[in-house]
């Protein structure tokens, strides 16, 4: 079994940065896949950002290419999301994810998330 928590959320106001972490336990997620997906009130769940084990087959949401950046250190067991330039829009609950079933779709572990606020 995999627990994560993402941590880093937090108010900020429109056009201000924040980089989210997400840490793993339970074992190693060296080998898995990682994702970032967000969930605004009252809308379903996307897909923001995956990338592979190795740090490469890095994907994104079109909405957020060239504003976010999703990373990771094996070493820590960590992967994270740098988010600049945030609008409005960017306001939801951020979820990270390992192992894919399906990239960018379906993944086996989930945090609980941590909420985003970008005020106008």
């Known amino acids: 079994q995999v627990q994560l928590v993402e941590a880093g959320g937090g108010l900020v106001q429109t056009g201000a940065s924040l980089r989210l972490s997400c840490s793993a336990s339970?074992?190693?997620?060296?080998?898995?896949?990682m994702a970032w997906f967000r969930q605004a009130a009252g809308k379903e769940r996307e897909f923001v950002a995956a990338?592979?084990?190795?740090?490469?087959?890095?994907y994104y949401a079109d909405f957020v290419k060239g504003r976010f950046t999703i990373s990771r250190d094996n070493s820590k067991n960590a992967a994270y999301l740098q988010m600049n330039s945030l609008k409005p829009e960017d306001t939801a609950v951020y979820y990270c994810?390992?192992?894919?079933?399906?990239?960018?779709?379906?993944?086996?572990?989930w945090g609980q998330g941590t909420q985003v606020t970008v005020s106008s």
């Open positions: 990338i592979g084990w190795s740090g490469g087959n890095i």
């Open positions: 339970g074992r190693t997620v060296s080998y898995s896949s």
């Open positions: 994810a390992a192992e894919a079933l399906r990239v960018g779709v379906q993944y086996r572990y």
